[in-house]
T-cell receptor
Framework: EADIYQTPRYLVIGTGKKITLECSQTMGHDKMYWYQQDPGMELHLIHYSYGVNSTEKGDLSSESTVSRIRTEHFPLTLESARPSHTSQYLC?????????????FGAGTRLSVL | GENVEQHPSTLSVQEGDSAVIKCTYSDSASNYFPWYKQELGKGPQLIIDIRSNVGEKKDQRIAVTLNKTAKHFSLHITETQPEDSAVYFCAASRGGNYQLIWGAGTKLIIKP
């Protein structure tokens, strides 16, 4: 059972608001990832981190930003939410020590911007 | 660029029958191929994976086969049950780093 948690599970917010989606893992994994997914559709990598103070943008351009100050915590922030940001956001982590590339996922945050 | 093609997008099978989902990858450096199952309202969960030095792997009713020459890999589910209904994703490692290249997903429907 993966120990990776995302909060909130659901968020409905108005245009222009600043939001932070939380992601925490207790497995001590170095690698963490944020994906954007329309329900049941393809996963798009928007940010990843290979360790503390290391963050990179993924394949899909996103107006969100991330930080990695602690190993276990990888929050995603939208400074000014827009309806186009409505989607599901999935956080994942992996140990990626060469033996395994298994990514463990949280349950996701479903964001609706009105 | 690198990509993973997954077929079919939707698969409907009778309970008890077998289901096969196929993926093709483009990155010759890919060496790790996981399959994930995503149930409604949940994040994807790994169900089986295979590395490039193995041609086939089986875990109870689930098996994965890999053809490196053709860059194909497939998921086989036998004796399907209602709880197998979900969206299944294949993925391939991106050569040289820890990222995964994802297929577009297959919605598997098990008819009673």
């Amino acid at each position: 059972e993966a120990d990776i948690y995302q909060t909130p599970r659901y968020l409905v917010i108005g245009t222009g608001k600043k939001i932070t989606l939380e992601c925490s893992q207790t497995m001590g994994h170095d690698k963490m990832y944020w994906y954007q997914q329309d329900p049941g559709m393809e996963l798009h990598l928007i940010h990843y981190s290979y360790g503390v103070n290391s963050t990179e943008k993924g394949d899909l351009s996103s107006e969100s930003t991330v930080s990695r100050i602690r190993t276990e915590h990888f929050p995603l922030t939208l400074e000014s939410a827009r309806p186009s940001h409505t989607s599901q956001y999935l956080c994942a982590s992996s140990d990626g020590d060469g033996r395994s590339n298994i990514q463990y996922f949280g349950a996701g945050t479903r964001l609706s911007v009105l | 660029g690198e990509n993973v093609e997954q077929h079919p997008s939707t698969l409907s099978v009778q309970e008890g029958d077998s289901a096969v989902i196929k993926c093709t990858y483009s990155d010759s450096a890919s060496n790790y191929f996981p399959w994930y199952k995503q149930e409604l309202g949940k994040g994807p969960q790994l169900i089986i994976d295979i590395r490039s030095n193995v041609g086939e792997k089986k875990d109870q009713r689930i098996a994965v086969t890999l053809n490196k020459t053709a860059k194909h890999f497939s998921l086989h589910i036998t004796e399907t049950q209602p709880e197998d209904s979900a969206v299944y994703f294949c993925a391939a490692s991106r050569g040289g780093n820890y990222q995964l290249i994802w297929g577009a997903g297959t919605k598997l429907i098990i008819k009673p």
